[in-house]
């Protein structure tokens, strides 16, 4: 590695020479006594890189997104938080872990360990619970052999599901969650799959109160059917989830036609300010059609911006917005960052 002189070397030296001219000598002697040495300089740029890493954990930890299992109502959360106990028991001792994974063996199970849960990838309980939904009857087993509390939660009916629930509920947030990954996505496409996703807790709203469960995956595989009470905690569940989806991610559809632009009625934008006029300008020039075909809508309108003005002023900085955490996770995850917090991003020797 470099090493870092540059300070000491250069800065300093011009550093001096203005303080001299500017404030006078009694300034000068008094920059001796800050250290610019090459360890000096390395740990404080560690400092700022690990407070830097810091800042980003808790932007994750802090998602939107997350608030999502902020809503859950007391039973379900009671369950939640019952299974990642159950996990925790398993994966927090080697010697459970590998006897865990003897007993799947022995039964030749599909999967041979649970999937371990952590703060910040908050989207790793959807896969841990459906791990476990999948592995209850291994943990049955285990749990009674080791006489432990847990297997009268995986004997009882409604443990089991609330857990099928809580899996098929979080698998389709994570399946969500995946499609606004990737690089070129804008706010517009997040802005429409939030909008189908709300769209389709409404109809599993409706669904479960017409007594429909088909669209849960692992709750249908059940014997029994939800009962009354819980397919009311189900509803209460969906319209939490909806009312905090929508507090958090409000319709800000004003520039519906950044992704749509030769599909969306003029007459539907605001008047008096130019984009009616605009858009239906745009609409009528053939050049403009054959770059909307060809072109992402960051490249449309940045090409186009000269000649649609206005309309290009409200696109492009929608266009700039990050849709999600994507970028900045990448990032980090390409950093080597040696503090507390960068290790709960990762625990070695565990699946997720």
Request: include cysteine.
């Amino acid at each position: 590695m470099k090493a870092h002189t540059i300070a000491e070397s250069l800065v300093m030296p011009a550093t001096k020479i203005l303080v001299k001219h500017v404030i006078g000598e009694e300034a000068v002697a008094k920059l001796e006594s800050v250290s610019l040495s090459n360890n000096t300089v390395q740990r404080r740029i560690e400092e700022m890189s690990s407070d830097i890493a810091d800042q980003v954990i808790a932007g994750v930890r802090a998602s939107k997104f997350a608030l999502c299992t902020k809503v859950l109502p007391p039973k379900l959360l009671s369950s939640l938080n019952r299974v990642m106990k159950i996990v925790n028991f398993v994966k927090t001792s080697a010697l459970n872990t590998r006897l865990f994974k003897l007993l799947c063996e022995d039964f030749g199970s599909d999967h041979i360990c649970l999937l371990y849960h952590t703060e910040v990838r908050w989207l790793s309980s959807g896969n841990t619970m459906r791990r476990l939904f999948e592995l209850r009857d291994e943990l049955l087993v285990f749990f009674m052999e080791k006489k432990h509390d847990f297997h009268k939660d995986l004997e009882d009916e409604k443990f089991i599901s609330r857990l099928a629930y809580l899996s098929d509920i979080f698998g389709a947030l994570n399946h969500l969650n995946l499609s606004f990954q990737g690089p070129n996505c804008s706010v517009s496409d997040f802005i429409l799959k939030l909008g189908a996703f709300v769209w389709k807790l409404d109809l599993w709203i409706k669904n479960v109160e017409r007594k429909c469960y088909g669209l849960f995956e692992l709750l249908t595989t059940l014997k029994s059917e939800p009962n009354d009470q819980f397919s009311q905690e189900i509803v209460h569940h969906l319209s939490l989830l909806k009312t905090e989806l929508m507090y958090y991610f409000p319709d800000v559809t004003r520039c519906a036609y950044i992704a749509h632009t030769f599909s969306v009625d003029p007459a539907d934008l605001p008047v008096g300010t130019g984009e009616q006029e605009g858009l239906i300008d745009i609409q009528a020039d053939e050049t403009a059609k054959m770059k909307h075909k060809e072109c992402s809508p960051m490249d449309l309108w940045v090409s186009m911006a000269s000649s649609y003005l206005t309309l290009a002023r409200h696109a492009v900085p929608q266009l700039l917005i990050f849709s999600s955490t994507w970028e900045c996770e990448q990032g980090l995850a390409m950093m080597t960052i040696k503090s507390k917090s960068r290790n709960s991003l990762a625990a070695p020797g565990h699946d997720f």
